[in-house]
């Protein structure tokens, strides 16, 4: 694996992102990467995985990569997008996903730390949806993921204003389920993992499975659904797109025109 280390211990795997010079920002070697990983635990008698940066990084993912984002006239995240297939195989794992987040984490990271079953933090950590700084819509598997942890409200004003929330606002809101210290969270996040992994695997994978179906019951006709494309259809054939991509590789401030 070039991007990713893993590591199997007493039926814990941890898997930890290892692309610091590019943030862990995503492309598409790093997410298969990340799959492949996924489908080979799912071959040995895991109990629990754990999703980590590196100790001494500031940042837990970068979110997507801008090179790897279409031009205008293609949608950005389809179904088969390689971070959506990363999405569902961590939601069908058949044991807990826990993300120890120990960083910053932007975009697209976002949707991979809430596809997790648990979530701990640090100071350090905090979340960031910043794709009206680039015109880039967002699915609605991804919209969904979000409200699914947060009130609609919250949700709202990441994706209007573009900007982070702290650790201890996530954990007030019930985003991350632990806020420890940073000497103390590979211990507690350990420890936490071996309590799960003690427990019946059976129980554990009916019960996550129920939970993740429940959680989705939400009607929407298919009206809605249709709106939903035509929108993001609106967003990304637009020139807001092509001008936000231009201007984060030239590094300047966008401008937008709604357009």
């Known amino acids: 694996m070039q991007f990713i280390k893993t590591n199997v211990k ?7 992102l290892d692309n610091d010079r590019s943030r862990n920002a995503f492309d598409s070697k790093l997410l298969n990467e990340l799959c492949e990983a996924f489908d080979d635990f799912r071959t040995i008698n895991i109990r629990v995985v754990i999703l980590r940066n590196n100790p001494e990084a ?8 801008i090179h790897e984002l279409p031009d205008p ?27 120890l987040l ?17 979530l701990i933090g640090t100071s350090k ?30 949700a709202k004003e990441m994706f209007y204003t573009a900007q982070p929330i702290s650790s201890e606002k996530a954990y007030n809101l019930g985003v991350l389920n632990h806020l420890v210290s940073q000497e103390e969270i590979e ?12 427990n019946s695997p059976l129980s554990i994978l009916v019960t996550k499975q129920q939970m993740n179906l429940l959680s989705k019951a939400r009607p929407l006709d298919s009206q809605s659904y249709e709106k939903i494309n035509q929108l ?28």
């Open 10 to 16: 007493n039926k814990i795997a941890t898997i930890t």
């Open 58 to 65: 500031n940042v837990w993912c970068a979110g997507s990569n």
């Open 73 to 99: 006239g293609k949608d950005p995240l389809p179904y088969n997008n390689p971070l959506e297939k990363l999405m569902r195989k961590i939601e069908e794992f058949p044991q807990p996903v826990i993300a």
């Open 102 to 118: 120990d960083g910053s984490v932007w975009g697209g990271g976002c949707d991979l730390a809430f596809s997790c079953d648990i």
């Open 125 to 154: 950590t905090s979340f960031a949806i910043t794709t009206a700084k680039m015109g880039v819509p967002y699915n609605a598997t991804g919209i969904m993921n979000f409200l699914n942890r947060i009130p609609i409200n919250i």
């Open 187 to 198: 211990d507690f996040t350990y420890k936490l993992a071996n309590k799960i992994a003690e």
């Open 232 to 259: 993001r259809y609106m967003a990304y054939t637009s020139a807001d797109m092509k001008e936000g991509k231009q201007a984060f590789l030239e590094k300047r401030k966008p401008e937008f025109k709604g357009e």
